[in-house]
């Protein structure tokens, strides 16, 4: 019944952006960070970024951090991903997901935080 369906996704030439938005259906994430992950082939699961509900506390990867923009709608229950200066290493599926509840002190990163996934979007950036 919970459902969050990513989109946005596609291909991308180096350098460009691309603007993904996840729409959460089934319950009111009110209470529930919300993130996005992506994995890329022969990689693991990567945490990119998350908010919280009422903003503020965004967390960001390193490796994304100045490039990627986190941002929740909290009338439409959604959570965005801005991606700008996009590189062939960008290439993967990108998933939106939620907690249950609000994430431990430390937990925002971690994946098992996180129990509620989309069905992924795929990125590919050209060289």
């Known amino acids: 019944q919970v459902r969050l369906v990513e989109s946005g996704g596609g291909l991308v030439q180096a350098g460009g952006s691309l603007s993904l938005s996840c729409a959460a259906s089934?319950?009111?994430?009110?209470?529930?960070?919300m993130g996005w992950f992506r994995q890329a082939t022969g990689r693991p699961r990567e945490f990119l970024a998350a908010?919280?509900?009422?903003?503020?506390?965004?967390d960001y990867a390193e490796s994304v951090k100045g490039r990627f923009t986190i941002s929740r709608n909290n009338a439409y229950n959604a959570v965005y991903l801005q991606m700008n200066s996009l590189n062939p290493e960008d290439t993967a599926v990108y998933y939106c997901?939620?907690?249950?509840?609000?994430?431990?002190?430390?937990?925002?990163?971690?994946?098992?935080?996180?129990?509620?996934w989309g069905q992924g979007t795929q990125v590919t950036v050209s060289s």
């Open positions: 997901a939620a907690t249950h509840g609000p994430p431990g002190t430390g937990w925002l990163r971690n994946h098992e935080s996180y129990i509620y």
């Open positions: 908010a919280t509900w009422e903003g503020g506390h965004d």
């Open positions: 089934g319950r009111t994430f009110s209470d529930s960070a």
